[in-house]
Structure formats: structure tokens, C-alpha cells
């Protein structure tokens, strides 16, 4: 039974920093952070490949947001740094298979509400 379970969002000040973390079960070739604002579509952020030999982050956030893993804790991270209003979404942790460098997922969290301000 796969679950995924995102923590650690809430509201962060404009240029301050905020980590989301997201525990799961199972084992997946690729895991990844999505999110989507009111009235949005909904849109990746990152995703990390097994290993983390394949990363990939939206223009939006290179530079200032990182996707990490702790395989021992069974655990995703995203790392969010000099955060701004345009930031603010529901996160969405997601996991599947890795094609073509291309995150195919197949599971999703409930996801965590970020508000910058």
C-alpha cells in the first residue's frame, strides 16, 4: 500500500526559507514535487531520480529550491529558499517510474499549503 505523506508547509515571509518534507512507502524510480495555485493548472516543481543521478527543477524555482532524498528515513525533501508570493500553492509530493527523463507518476500526496506573504 503506497502512501505519501507531505509535511512542513505553512506561511513564510517573503525571501525566507521553508523545507517540505514528505514520508512515503514503497520504492519508486522517480519522486517529485508538483504544485498548484487558485485558478492554476497544476505544475512540477522538481523530481529526483532513483540514486539522484536525475534532477530536474522549473525555471521558476532554479536556484532557489532543492529536491533531495533520504532513502534510509523513506523521506523527500524540498528545500525552499528566497520564497515569493508567486510561491504560494498547495505542494503536492509525487512518486512513480523515470522515462526519457521524464517523471511518470503514479502516486500522489494530499499535499501541504504554502502561503508567502
Known amino acids: 500500500h503506497v502512501q505519501l505523506v507531505e509535511s512542513g508547509g505553512g506561511s513564510v515571509q517573503a525571501g525566507g526559507s521553508l523545507r517540505l518534507s514528505c514520508a512515503f512507502s514503497?520504492?519508486?524510480?522517480?519522486m517529485a514535487w508538483f504544485r498548484q495555485a487558485p485558478g492554476q493548472e497544476r505544475e512540477e516543481v522538481a523530481h529526483i531520480s532513483q540514486g539522484g543521478a536525475g534532477t530536474y527543477y522549473a525555471d521558476s524555482v532554479k536556484d532557489r529550491f532543492t529536491i533531495s532524498q533520504d532513502n534510509a528515513k523513506k523521506t523527500l525533501f524540498l528545500q525552499m529558499n528566497s520564497v515569493r508570493p508567486e510561491d504560494s500553492a498547495i505542494y503536492y509530493c509525487a512518486a512513480g517510474r523515470y522515462r526519457f527523463g521524464i517523471c511518470d507518476v503514479s502516486f500522489w500526496g494530499h499535499g501541504t499549503q504554502v502561503t508567502v506573504s
Open positions: 514503497g520504492s519508486f524510480r522517480c
